[in-house]
């Protein structure tokens, strides 16, 4: 019943920007963690961010410094703000969150559909 609903991948050139969005959307009570994936051809798919429900973050050593997540509770959104992109940041970006459904209920996980990124040389 739940979905998360992913925006704003794109092509962008090197050295270029993106915002990316996931909106989850369904009966919730409140998320967990929320996070973004990434899985580009020929490799496993890795986390890239994470974010707690109080905003404690952390992120891939590959992209510190030049990507940001955000969440906005009260939307049940999470973003990603993507700066100073690389060509190897191409890949097929996911959004993830663990949402409870309803009070003293335990976390179930979600991903999104998938949004591509790719930065050109």
């Known amino acids: 019943q739940v979905q998360l609903v992913e925006s704003g991948g794109g092509l962008v050139q090197a050295g270029g920007s993106l915002r990316l969005s996931c909106a989850a959307a369904?009966?919730?009570?409140?998320?967990?963690?929320m996070g973004w994936y990434r899985q580009a051809p020929g490799k496993q798919r890795e986390l890239v961010a994470g974010?707690?429900?109080?905003?404690?973050?952390n992120y891939a050593d590959s992209v510190k410094g030049r990507f940001t997540i955000s969440r906005d509770n009260a939307k049940n959104t999470v973003y990603l703000q993507m700066s100073s992109l690389k060509p190897e940041d191409t890949a097929v970006y996911y959004c993830?969150?663990?949402?409870?459904?309803?009070?003293?209920?335990?976390?179930?996980?979600?991903w999104g559909q998938g949004t591509q990124v790719t930065v050109s040389s």
């Open positions: 993830n969150a663990m949402v409870i459904k309803r009070f003293g209920s335990f976390a179930n996980e979600y």
């Open positions: 369904g009966v919730i009570f409140s998320i967990n963690d």
């Open positions: 974010i707690t429900r109080y905003g404690t973050t």
